[in-house]
């Protein structure tokens, strides 16, 4: 079983609608938690943080569940630059690789 | 610079040569990162530098693959004897030690032709 799993996607949605994306973790161990975002052909870079009390940035809202070793990122009134690649990411304190990436969730906003 | 800087950002090689490429972390980040990425696919952990640490090199593909890092600082990643699946994009990543999150620098692509 893969550390951090995702559904991979595509999610085409057309603009201004709500699309959610989940993520699921195996180590509970784990301590920090991060979404991030890929553009084509470019370097992944930080959305966000992920707090256990959730947390919101914008149109971007992220929860964590850890009972259910959960994470998700919500984004409301999507638009068309919000077009990439998500990517879960978890980090894990004197683990050998410290973080994991997830494989990432494929977002195309639709106009 | 504020951000991670990578150089080369593209470097094409024959099959058989060595290259180098240069990852310049955030000035203070004590964990640095290196990965690759081929076309379409996700990203793959190469090697992590934590510190004055021994690296963990767990994720380099062959004995082709070294890394090093200079004074807590600037990595070099040298491949040796290239060879054609080693064309891909390589990415290096710093992040503080406690905080966890990685911040990348544009990364270099490599070809081998």
Redesign the interface.
Known sequence: RKEVEQDPGPFNVPEGATVAFNCTYSNSAS??F?WYRQDC??????LM?VYSSGNEDGRFTAQLNRASQYISLLIRDSKLSDSATY?C?V?R?GS?????????TQLTVLP | GAGVSQSPSNKVTEKGKDVELRCDPISGHT?L?W?RQSLGQ??E?LI?F?GNSAP?K??LPSDRFSAERTGGSVSTLTIQRTQQEDSA?Y?C?S?LDV?????????TRLTVV
């Open positions: 301590q920090s991060f052909r470019k370097e992944p870079k930080l943080s990517l990411v980090f304190p050998a690789r410290q973080l994991t990436f997830g494989s990432g | 964990a990162y990965y996700g990203l952990f992590y934590q963990d767990s994720g994009v990415l990543a992040s905080v966890g999150a990685a911040f990348f620098g544009q990364g």
